[in-house]
């Protein structure tokens, strides 16, 4: 990924918080046909290696874990939040109208080997895991033992797992950090002013950077 010094994000916790935020990962790996591409929620999960681990299962309709290149590394790839940012909230527009539209973004690669799990009890673990973080906020979190076994068993199934030990991770923070102060402040001004939540997240982010 192409990443310029100033919008570089080295912090490991920095990165898997965003990881831990946003767990829709693209999977990205090669096979026979080229490149290929699964959306998955994927669980991080700390194995006493640098960066950790990452964690998921695709449907074994899915022709991915058939056609990947074992021997090259797979790529997960996680976007946090995300806005357009208008040429208007930059004085120098008023001043001498030299100014081009942009997008501020957050996001996060993981590069790794990938290995197919088709073990029952692993499944079975990760979809519990995947099921208690995400039902978690609920006010009646839903459990796996709540369906009957049988029809979890025939769930589990139909799916393969994924590990991808993570051996190198990347970080681009893309949030203003080559504009001046006065800049800055009129991007932080624009976006409060609108108001959604995904340009009060950029305008924090914008304002921490």
Excluded: C
């Excluded at 990924?1 to 090669?30: D, Q």
């Excluded at 994927?42 to 006493?48: P, S």
């Excluded at 799990?117 to 895991?129: A, C, F, G, P």
Aim: net charge negative; no cysteine.
């Amino acid at each position: 990924m192409y990443i310029p010094r100033h919008n570089e994000e080295k912090r490991v916790p920095v990165m898997h918080a965003l990881v831990t935020s946003h767990p829709l990962g693209t999977l990205v790996t090669l096979g026979s046909s080229g490149l290929f591409a699964s959306h998955i929620p994927m669980v991080l999960e700390n194995d006493g290696s640098e960066f950790g681990v990452l964690r998921g299962h695709i449907s074994r309709a899915n022709t991915q874990w058939r056609d990947f290149v074992p021997t090259v590394d797979a790529l997960a790839i996680f976007s946090g939040h995300q806005h357009y940012i208008t040429p208007n909230w930059y004085p120098g527009t008023k001043e001498h109208g030299e100014e081009v539209p942009t997008w501020n973004y957050v996001v996060v690669h993981a590069y790794g080997p990938l290995t197919v799990i088709q073990d029952e009890r692993w499944l079975l673990t990760n979809v519990e895991r995947l099921t208690s973080i995400h039902e978690a906020a609920s006010p009646v979190p839903w459990k796996v033992s709540d369906a009957p076994q049988d029809f979890i068993r025939s769930q589990l199934r139909g799916i393969v797992g994924l590990e991808l030990p993570i051996r190198r991770l990347e970080g681009k923070w893309k949030v203003s950090q080559n504009r001046t102060e006065e800049e800055r402040e009129g991007v932080v001004e624009g976006l409060g002013k609108l108001g959604t939540p995904e340009s009060l997240a950029m305008k924090d982010l914008v304002e921490r950077k």
